[in-house]
């Protein structure tokens, strides 16, 4: 069983959809993370949260809008989007953003877009 | 900026034999933390295990071990007894000592099938 949990585990949507995608973790972790995966490649970081405050945006598109409403949620508010954005989407957290502790991930989102 | 890299894309083991995979890295900083991180069919990024650079001693995890040549800026993952459920994607992972906000640098991945 995962401490970091994602729902939902599968969205299909259409190019002018706006879904979101939940992460929450009650581990007591102040920063949570947000990446996308491709199939056989490794996780891309896109958004770091730190104190439920927004420290790194890899220069990912405005079609994807991270939210922490609190230290134990992450959102991932989707609008408008293409084809090359189906992937796996990852939430993990840490309990400070720097340091030596590992990732804790959570089983991820498979997102389609059609 | 680090970088690290798995050069091999797949390997395969006999079930209850030995097998390592290789990791390197390249940094300009003298304290930081490698990774391993298993990544089975099932999706989730579970971590093998972790070492610290300024340790000179190989962290080691029941059937998991590192080789930490940290002049030689290698990391490779020794797998003893593998088990059928070893069968996974494996990711080494770099991240920095210092920094508010360390990012976590993955190499490209190596697929690890074991065999019964």
């Known amino acids: 069983d995962t401490e970091v949990t994602q729902t939902p585990k599968h969205l299909v949507m259409g190019m002018t959809n706006k879904k979101s995608l939940k992460c929450e973790q009650h581990?007591?972790?102040?920063?949570m993370y947000w990446y996308k995966q491709k199939a056989k490649k490794p996780p891309e970081l896109m958004f770091v949260y730190s104190y439920e405050k927004l420290s790194i945006n890899e220069s990912v598109p405005s079609r994807f809008s991270p939210e922490c409403p609190n230290s134990s949620l992450l959102n991932l508010h989707l609008h408008a989007l293409q084809p090359e954005d189906s992937a796996l989407y990852l939430c993990?957290?840490?309990?400070?953003?720097?340091?030596?502790?590992?990732?804790?991930f959570g089983d991820g989102t498979r997102l389609s877009i059609l | 900026a680090q970088t690290v890299t798995q050069s091999q894309p797949e390997m395969s083991v006999q079930e209850a034999e030995t097998v390592t995979l290789s990791c390197t890295y390249d940094t300009s900083e003298s304290d930081y933390y490698l990774f391993w991180y298993k990544q089975p069919p099932s999706r989730q990024m579970i971590l093998v295990i972790r070492q610290e650079a300024y340790k000179q001693q190989n962290a080691t995890e029941n059937r998991f071990s590192v080789n930490f040549q940290k002049a030689a800026k290698s990391f490779s993952l020794k797998i003893s007894d593998s088990q059928l459920g070893d069968a996974a994607m494996y990711f080494c992972a770099y991240r920095s000592f210092t920094g508010a906000n360390s990012k976590l640098t993955f190499g490209k991945g190596i697929t690890l099938s074991v065999r019964p």
């Open positions: 993990a957290s840490t309990r400070t953003a720097g340091g030596r502790e590992p990732q804790h």
């Open positions: 581990m007591g972790h102040r920063a």
